[in-house]
């Protein structure tokens, strides 16, 4: 059985980047909807195929067949008809890594309702932003860690007439019960035609970004989105019938990367651990006992299994790793290979796209670089005058549109044409990251534009100092940020996690300081370094440097 990759794609194996960026090419059918003419097709030609593999803390497993996610996704459709949801209606799906949430979006494609996934670890205020902004007619969520509170707590302060759906055992007041009401309904659900078909520039799907500043914004992507996955499917290298695994919760657009659109496309099954604590032991376990053949997580994972003895376990079935959402740090890198034989193989996108610079698998990577850029998206990298830079200069990443819009790249942020004006405008969408180029095309990390030092008139990205920090083995995490200084303008700053074998002192300062002035040009050493207990992050794991910058400034004042 061949995967269904090469109906949209010519089936080339790329032997270089070039041929990638030359030969690629994507057939979009017509009012294409990944519920049907995905899944629904595998259900037809291929039912026995496995799709998903689901396990949870507690002993509890689940296979999931293509036959098996049609018949549930089609009894959810005619579950959320019954309520009322319609073409067009947006519903938030905050269900963590339970596999009711693939039931769920599958079911929202086929009605051609609009699926906004969000985390569970939002509180109230977040829930009545997002509702009140998206205009939410319903929400499906988790019955555990005091959700659905939350939301009860949001609906009061809404003047709308909510629709709230719980999944689990429990039955809860002013709730219907998933689990009861999906058994009541029908397994057929036949696929809408006329106006209530979907159309391929409609939108399908919008994510609260998790930006480090401001509220976060809505990334409306359409019905044409999970084509561009299978890029990021090419540059994870999953493999037919085999199975990827990709950390990740529901809430966040990693999951849409690595847990349903491109690697189903290309034929593999996907993992879905749905743990209630992370334990980098546990998770390898599950991994190794179901087998998983091909594995994605960020870099912040990465740190935590290098901890770990990984010569207890076996890895004879993981064939290929990949890292992404944050810069990958070369000591990283080198470990895990000493460790496990696998080179990590890190991706650069956003929320508004998919991957799009990538060490891919014809790509020899060079630890620390970002890699090349993928085909169709045309990437430059401009200073801030406009002007293109020339190898070896920093400018912000973007991507040129003027010719076609890349596969996967958003609409745009859902009515904010404003925002949407702020990062795409003169045929350019504009990343708001900072890299620089090498003579052979690979593409290095320098920061946030936000988040680039200027020190003693030196311009500092706060990765490259991030990587030397965190190769002195008493680092856990770190983040670099500047300080005002007087003369300086600027001076470094690494606020620092330890690993559990150390204890804050004065020594270690010094000791970590010295060792960032052998490993990296001295002018970047952190003249200041505060150890704390954990760093501040976005609820999806991204350090938040502004709220460090944000209290030094308190203190100073």
Same mark, same amino acid.
């Given at each position: 059985?061949?995967?269904l990759?090469?109906?949209f794609?010519?089936?080339?194996?790329?032997?270089?980047?070039s041929?990638?960026?030359e030969?690629?090419?994507?057939?979009?059918?017509?009012?294409?909807n990944?519920a049907?003419?995905?899944?629904d097709?595998y259900?037809?030609?291929?039912? =026995? +195929?496995? &799709?998903?593999?689901?396990? @949870?803390?507690?002993?509890?497993e689940r296979?999931?067949?293509?036959?098996? !996610? %049609?018949?549930?996704? =089609? +009894?959810? &459709?005619?579950?959320?008809? @019954?309520c009322?949801i319609k073409?067009?209606?947006k519903v938030?799906?905050t !269900? %963590?890594?339970?596999?009711e949430?693939w039931?769920?979006?599958?079911?929202l494609?086929?009605?051609?309702?609009?699926?906004?996934?969000a985390?569970h670890?939002l509180?109230?205020?977040?829930?009545?932003?997002?509702?009140?902004?998206?205009?939410?007619?319903?929400?499906?969520?988790?019955?555990?860690?005091?959700?659905?509170?939350?939301?009860?707590q949001?609906?009061?302060?809404l003047?709308?007439n909510?629709?709230?759906?719980l999944?689990?055992?429990?039955?809860?007041?002013?709730?219907?019960?998933?689990?009861?009401?999906?058994?009541?309904?029908?397994?057929?659900?036949?696929?809408?035609?006329?106006?209530?078909?979907?159309?391929?520039?409609?939108?399908?799907?919008?994510?609260?970004?998790?930006g480090?500043?401001g509220?976060?914004?809505?990334?409306?992507?359409?019905?044409t989105?999970?084509f561009?996955?299978?890029i990021?499917?090419?540059?994870q290298?999953?493999?037919?019938?085999?199975?990827?695994?990709?950390?990740?919760?529901?809430?966040?657009?990693?999951?849409?990367?690595?847990?349903?659109?491109g690697?189903?496309?290309?034929?593999?099954?996907?993992?879905v651990?749905?743990?209630?604590?992370?334990?980098?032991?546990?998770?390898?376990?599950?991994?190794?006992?179901?087998?998983?053949?091909?594995f994605?997580?960020?870099?912040?994972i990465?740190?935590?299994?290098?901890?770990?003895?990984?010569?207890?376990?076996d890895?004879?079935?993981l064939?290929?790793?990949?890292?992404a959402?944050?810069?990958?740090?070369?000591?990283?890198?080198n470990?895990?290979?000493?460790l496990?034989?696998?080179?990590?193989?890190?991706?650069?996108?956003?929320?508004?796209?998919?991957?799009?610079v990538?060490n891919f698998?014809?790509i020899?990577?060079?630890?620390?670089?970002?890699?090349?850029?993928?085909?169709?998206?045309?990437?430059?990298?401009m200073?801030?005058?406009g002007?293109?830079?020339?190898?070896?200069?920093?400018?912000?990443?973007?991507?040129?549109t003027s010719?076609?819009?890349?596969?996967?790249?958003?609409?745009?942020?859902?009515?904010?044409q404003?925002?949407t004006?702020?990062?795409?405008?003169d045929?350019?969408?504009?990343?708001?990251?900072?890299?620089?180029?090498d003579?052979?095309?690979?593409?290095?990390?320098v920061g946030?534009?936000?988040d680039?030092?200027?020190?003693?008139?030196y311009?500092?990205?706060?990765f490259?100092?991030?990587?030397?920090?965190?190769?002195h083995?008493?680092?856990?995490?770190?983040?670099?940020?500047?300080v005002?200084?007087?003369?300086?303008?600027?001076?470094i700053?690494?606020?620092?996690?330890?690993?559990?074998?150390?204890e804050p002192s004065?020594?270690?300062?010094?000791?970590?300081?010295?060792?960032?002035?052998?490993?990296?040009?001295?002018?970047?050493?952190?003249?200041?370094?505060e150890?704390?207990?954990?760093l501040?992050?976005?609820?999806?794991?991204?350090?938040?440097?502004?709220?460090?910058?944000?209290?030094d400034?308190e203190?100073?004042?």
């Amino acid at each position: 059985m061949t995967s269904l990759l090469y109906s949209f794609v010519p089936e080339i194996e790329y032997e270089s980047n070039s041929e990638f960026i030359e030969k690629f090419e994507i057939n979009i059918p017509e009012n294409f909807n990944f519920a049907y003419d995905i899944v629904d097709k595998y259900a037809e030609i291929s039912p =026995d +195929k496995k &799709a998903m593999v689901w396990c @949870n803390d507690y002993g509890k497993e689940r296979i999931f067949s293509f036959k098996e !996610l %049609k018949e549930y996704s =089609d +009894k959810t &459709a005619n579950f959320f008809k @019954n309520c009322g949801i319609k073409k067009g209606d947006k519903v938030m799906l905050t !269900l %963590k890594a339970r596999y009711e949430f693939w039931f769920c979006i599958l079911a929202l494609h086929k009605l051609g309702a609009i699926a906004v996934p969000a985390t569970h670890m939002l509180k109230t205020r977040d829930i009545v932003y997002r509702i009140e902004s998206a205009d939410i007619k319903m929400v499906v969520c988790i019955a555990e860690d005091g959700v659905p509170d939350y939301f009860d707590q949001a609906d009061e302060k809404l003047d709308i007439n909510l629709k709230k759906v719980l999944v689990g055992d429990d039955e809860r007041q002013g709730w219907l019960n998933f689990r009861s009401e999906i058994e009541k309904a029908s397994a057929e659900f036949e696929r809408p035609t006329g106006d209530q078909k979907t159309q391929n520039h409609e939108t399908m799907l919008i994510y609260f970004s998790s930006g480090t500043t401001g509220l976060p914004k809505m990334v409306e992507h359409n019905y044409t989105y999970p084509f561009g996955h299978i890029i990021t499917a090419y540059w994870q290298n999953v493999m037919e019938d085999g199975l990827h695994y990709t950390v990740a919760d529901t809430g966040w657009a990693k999951a849409m990367w690595g847990q349903i659109y491109g690697q189903w496309i290309n034929g593999s099954a996907v993992f879905v651990y749905d743990y209630e604590r992370f334990d980098a032991g546990r998770m390898l376990e599950n991994a190794i006992k179901y087998g998983v053949t091909t594995f994605c997580a960020p870099p912040t994972i990465y740190r935590f299994l290098i901890k770990e003895d990984l010569s207890k376990y076996d890895f004879s079935a993981l064939k290929y790793a990949v890292t992404a959402g944050e810069p990958l740090n070369p000591e990283v890198y080198n470990k895990f290979l000493e460790l496990t034989g696998l080179r990590l193989m890190e991706g650069f996108g956003q929320t508004e796209c998919v991957i799009c610079v990538a060490n891919f698998p014809w790509i020899e990577p060079r630890p620390g670089s970002m890699g090349k850029p993928a085909s169709k998206y045309d990437i430059k990298l401009m200073a801030k005058d406009g002007n293109l830079c020339d190898v070896g200069e920093e400018g912000e990443i973007v991507f040129k549109t003027s010719q076609e819009k890349p596969p996967g790249l958003f609409n745009g942020y859902y009515q904010d044409q404003e925002k949407t004006k702020e990062v795409w405008h003169d045929e350019y969408y504009h990343t708001g990251d900072t890299a620089w180029m090498d003579e052979d095309g690979y593409l290095w990390f320098v920061g946030r534009n936000d988040d680039i030092i200027k020190s003693s008139g030196y311009r500092i990205g706060p990765f490259e100092v991030e990587s030397a920090v965190l190769s002195h083995p008493a680092v856990l995490e770190s983040a670099i940020t500047g300080v005002p200084h007087p003369i300086r303008g600027q001076v470094i700053k690494a606020t620092i996690v330890l690993t559990r074998n150390y204890e804050p002192s004065e020594e270690l300062k010094v000791e970590i300081q010295d060792h960032v002035k052998e490993v990296t040009a001295p002018y970047k050493y952190p003249r200041i370094i505060e150890f704390v207990d954990e760093l501040p992050k976005t609820i999806s794991g991204k350090i938040r440097r502004v709220e460090i910058r944000s209290k030094d400034q308190e203190r100073s004042v």
